[in-house]
């Protein structure tokens, strides 16, 4: 605590919050009561001392019971030594500090804290429920939209009308996901309601215990619902995740589940340090600060490569629905998407009413040259590199761009063209490997090799420059500016 006030240079409050065990009259005494086991006394010294240092208060109230469980005797005995501590600002702002009101069966009491402090909340994103949606109306709706606007106008035009229309569709017509601070993907309405029985009959019990007159068949009752609860949330949990890794492209998002704290990949970006040694303050210096790093400027002066043999033009056909369609099927359905929210299972979904809608802009795009500002625009997600010593420097993180999927899909097509004509037409060098469907890196290994053993058995020397890595990634080198 005193380093991470030291770090800012200004005053930090502080929560501490956690189990700790020992038992002192502050928290309210041992097992039901305000007494004192004489060989638990001093336990709670340290955490007082600790309170003095820093001036933490105590929030939870007094005698409140945070642990229930059973003695060597098998009686129930009701404790407090979960604690909450926080600094003397944060502690006038307390608006309550108490157990939770759901209580999912522990025998450790969840504490919810609550201050009335300025703290900038952040807004939860609205979530579309792609997977209840209603494809049939989303598709009328769609279909009757693009009606009456005419395909003939410019390729922004276009763009414009189609995101508009299916924008609106999706949006009136999909449930939204309801915003909760606690949500788990594995969680079920059946759960819930396995919760809600465990409730009333722990409740039931707890009531009559609190007078003095506990009843075996409420406790016995109460202890049956929380194993079918508990038993229920473990076998569904384990059919989730079965679930979940069949699919090889959640592999990456369950391990970084498996243990979030320690995988670098995930992570708040800190403050930077520029080149002149200041660091950043705000977010819009953070993300400036990336960007330059992400993609550096281009150089002003760049020499001029003089006249080049020119190949004859590879003659390009129009655009056909059925490659659209090919890559389209072939598209991954729930890569994230960019900025317009959109996954590609909306274009699978509503492929039969757009298409010639698509087919029509993609080759407008091409003829004319030009890409809709909505494909222009990235959200880019910055990341860690792993194993970096110091994560303050911008170069110690790596982008990732958001891009809309109709773009990429568009985007698929081209590249599966190009593909083609390199191999059709010779585009490349025979020992050109990277980026080429039927050859890797093990082939040109092995290529390397026999080389290697040919000019061995033919006593010759065979030279070999190896060029391990380029300054400049492929999207950011330099390229003649138009004439």
């Given at each position: 605590m005193a380093d991470a006030g030291r770090g800012v240079g200004q005053q930090v409050d502080v929560v501490v919050v956690g189990d700790f065990n020992p038992h002192d009259q502050l928290g309210g005494g041992g097992g039901g009561g305000d007494e004192i086991l004489l060989a638990r006394q001093g336990e709670a010294d340290g955490i007082i001392e600790l309170m003095t240092e820093f001036s933490l208060n105590s929030l939870l109230p007094r005698g409140t019971k945070t642990w229930k469980g059973t003695d060597k005797a098998g009686r129930i005995r009701e404790t407090t030594i979960d604690l909450v501590f926080a600094s003397q600002d944060l502690a006038n702002d307390l608006v309550r500090c108490g157990p939770h009101?759901?209580?999912h069966g522990s025998d450790h009491r969840t504490i919810e804290t609550i201050f009335e402090t300025a703290v900038p909340e952040s807004i939860p994103q609205v979530r579309l429920l792609f997977k209840n949606a209603p494809w049939k109306k989303i598709n009328v709706r769609v279909a009757v939209g693009l009606e009456g606007s005419p395909a003939e106008c410019?390729?922004?035009q276009q763009t414009d009308r189609l995101m508009s229309v299916v924008l609106e569709a999706v949006h009136a017509l999909t449930l939204k996901a309801k915003p909760f601070a606690y949500a788990k993907r594995w969680w079920t309405t059946d759960l819930t309601q396995l919760r809600r029985i465990y409730t009333y009959w722990r409740?039931?019990?707890?009531?009559e215990r609190r007078v003095g007159q506990p009843v075996i068949e409420l406790?016995?009752?109460a202890k049956?619902?929380?194993?079918?609860y508990h038993s229920a949330i473990r076998q569904q949990k384990r059919s989730h995740w079965d679930a979940f890794l069949k699919d090889e492209d959640n592999i990456w998002e369950a391990a970084k589940y498996l243990n979030p704290g320690v995988d670098p990949a995930f992570g708040k970006v800190p403050q930077l340090v520029r080149a002149d040694k200041s660091r950043t303050a705000f977010n819009e210096e953070q993300a400036e600060e990336l960007l330059a790093t992400f993609f550096p400027p281009l150089p002003v002066d760049t020499e001029d490569e003089g006249e080049r043999p020119q190949r004859p033009p590879v003659p390009m056909p129009d655009l056909t629905?059925?490659?659209?369609?090919?890559q389209l099927l072939h598209a991954k359905p729930w890569k994230a998407p960019g900025d317009d929210g959109l996954p590609v299972i909306v274009w699978k979904k509503i492929w039969p009413v757009v298409k010639h809608r698509v087919l029509a802009l993609f080759q407008a795009s091409l003829t004319e040259g030009v890409l809709p500002d909505q494909w222009r625009h990235a959200k880019i997600v910055p990341l860690k590199k792993s194993d970096k010593p110091d994560y303050a420097l911008a170069k110690a993180w790596r982008p990732i761009s958001l891009l809309s999927t109709l773009g990429k899909l568009l985007e698929a097509v081209l590249a599966e063209r190009s593909s083609h004509a390199v191999e059709t037409y010779g585009?490349?060098?025979?020992?050109?490997?990277?980026?080429r469907k039927q050859r890797s890196a093990e082939q040109a290994l092995m290529l390397l090799q026999e080389q290697i053993y040919a000019a061995w058995r033919g006593r010759r020397v065979l030279s070999l420059i190896s060029f391990g890595e380029l300054l400049y990634r492929h999207d950011t080198l330099a390229t003649p500016a138009p004439a």
């Open positions: 009101v759901t209580d410019t390729v922004q409740n039931r019990a707890r009531t406790e016995e009752t049956a619902a929380a194993k079918r629905v059925e490659e659209i369609e090919r585009l490349l060098p025979t020992n050109h490997f990277g980026a």
